[in-house]
């Protein structure tokens, strides 16, 4: 089988002036490498294209594959993940992970909400706001966060405010940063997860659910220092609780294939949903579903089939 690999290389970004924070979603060549080596042991015939530019490039020259693994996220507008799927539903070329339209809606936090709230599902109060200083009748303290964004970019220690002058602040920061609406929602005290799934519809499956007990704000500076943060499945009724609203959340939003999604308990030790990672990090050591994985028993090579024959069994391919 022919697979095309499309992803963003932290050093093909290099000359675009981009600080840690923006390039914080691009991969490291570990990653690419142990992805491809993977799959052409398996067998098959890998192409790694690289970023969007180059996809589009093959496509105009011509090229195409029986299907294409892709983990490019993009650089500009809250549409960015979904510029690949887009480009190659249009070609009708099958596409691994979710498709255009769950990866536009996936990666603006306060649509996901509500389309799982507007589901039944638990999901702290919230609202979004695109200027600072609009009203907010939420109750304190709250947390905020860029609407659009991955890999815990701006989320910190200042995330988490306890009254109306700080809430303004923290927004105007966050609005000059990053150019797009924040997101305020009701803090919620409880217990952090991750939940990895695999699998699409009725066949996606919980791979394990993951606390987090991190000392710090898991956020962008935590993340880049993940083994100061400890990490261990969940295997409690609150966790398993988390892992059902997780796995819901999945289906409702129609992810596929692998991802994670996020939840915090509230005060009564309820999981509510946070936000779901449709396209997640993979890489061999350090990306939370490869360490989710790895708590559970399953090695990166373990995950990459799993994905694999999720969306080949959709497009009527053999893996």
Known sequence: MRIGFTYDL????AGERLDAEQLAEFDADVTIAAIAVHFSARGHDVEKIGRARALISRVVAGARWDIVF???????????????PALLESLDVPCVFSDSLVM????????????VR??????ASF??????GAPSDLAYPVFLKPVAEGSGKGVNARSRVDDKTALAEVAQSLLAQFRQPVLVEEFLPGREFTVGIVG????????????????ATYGFATKKHYDSVRYRLADDAEGQAAGNVALAAW???????GGRVDLRSDAAG????????PLPGLHPVDSDLVILAGLAGRDHAWLLDRIMESACARAGLRW
């Open 10 to 13: 932290v050093a093909d970004w």
């Open 70 to 84: 892709n983990i490019c996220e993009g650089l500009h507008g809250p549409g960015r993940e979904a510029l690949v």
């Open 104 to 115: 536009a809606l996936a990666l603006h936090k306060g649509h996901t909400k509500r389309v």
């Open 118 to 123: 507007d589901a039944g599902l638990p999901t």
């Open 127 to 132: 609202c979004v706001l695109d200027r600072a």
């Open 200 to 215: 699409t519809g009725d066949a996606a499956a919980v791979v394990g659910v993951m606390e987090i007990l991190s000392p």
């Open 251 to 257: 289906r409702v939003l129609g992810c596929r294939d």
């Open 270 to 277: 309820r999981p509510m949903f946070l936000e779901v990672n």
